[in-house]
């Protein structure tokens, strides 16, 4: 049973992911102006927003891959803000996927997930294979284990990746737009292993487009724009019923673009004469 602070919410102990007026500029560009947010462990949180927004500048700040420039940042109890701390220790903790899918091109897709697992947790090779293999299967290309990333769809190579972060055992698991790179027919099956992924219980925070994988799968939904949070709530607040006018106009664009294109043409003339 997780601790409870003493106003009702979960205690910060017990959260993924804590963020704390996160601010990330690179040189004179402000990207993050000041984030607030938690995960909660076993909660899939995903992030919406314009190109642009922060997102994955967040994502890649929650495991320092950015440093961020003012704030706090823990992640499972550790805070990865804290100039003393082993980050390496923190990062195996933490799955990361990315658009691209970081696959060694000269290993195949077994060799793929056994070469961290070797290097960095110092398993033998029978138990890195044993472990390779079944994450393989939890994605559903256990055949396809001896071949290379170029004999698989971007859609094979994705779930490869997702299995290799898999096999280091992480708490939690940051998705950056996992199907963006992705050809329209190969994307469910990514999504597929994601939802999967939730139903297990894994924690995950989600930057994506795929507002119907938001809407199903998320327990909440946390909509940036302009390197802050607009809102967040839960997928049939912020998705079904969002309160701002950017979000309104957001996710009219992502759900119908055609429709949003007409608009922006037919706007002006359905507004009536304008003063000289």
Do not use: W
Request: glycine fraction near 8%; include cysteine; charge should be negative.
């Amino acid at each position: 049973m997780s601790a409870v602070s003493t106003d009702g919410a979960p205690a910060a102990a017990d959260r993924a992911i804590e963020v704390e007026g996160l601010h990330k500029s690179f040189g004179s560009l402000e990207v993050l102006k000041g984030i607030d947010f938690s995960v909660e462990r076993g909660e899939v949180v995903c992030v919406i927003g314009p190109s642009g927004s922060g997102k994955s500048t967040l994502l890649r700040c929650v495991n320092l891959l950015e440093e961020p420039t003012a704030g706090r940042v823990t992640v499972a109890g550790t805070e990865v803000t804290d100039p003393d701390v082993d980050i390496d220790r923190v990062r195996r903790r933490i799955g990361m996927v990315f658009q691209s899918f970081n696959l060694f091109p000269h290993l195949t897709a077994l060799e793929n997930l056994t070469l961290a697992q070797r290097r960095v947790l110092r398993r033998d090779r029978a138990a890195a294979g044993r472990i390779a293999r079944a994450n393989l299967d939890r994605v559903g290309l256990r055949d396809k284990e001896s071949a290379y990333p170029a004999q698989l769809s971007g859609g094979q190579q994705q779930r490869v990746a997702i299995a290799r972060a898999l096999s280091m055992d992480p708490e939690l698991m940051l998705f950056d737009e996992p199907t963006s790179a992705l050809d329209p027919e190969l994307v469910g099956d990514v999504l597929a292993v994601m939802r999967s992924l939730a139903q297990e219980g894994m924690t995950m925070l989600v930057v994506t487009h795929e507002m119907s994988f938001a809407r199903e799968v998320a327990d909440r939904v946390v909509f940036m724009d302009g390197g802050v949070i607009v809102e967040e709530g839960s997928p049939e607040q912020v998705v079904g019923r969002p309160r701002h006018e950017r979000t309104r106009t957001f996710l009219a664009r992502v759900l119908d673009p055609a429709a949003a294109e007409m608009s922006e043409v037919a706007g002006p003339a359905d507004e009536g004469p304008h003063e000289p």
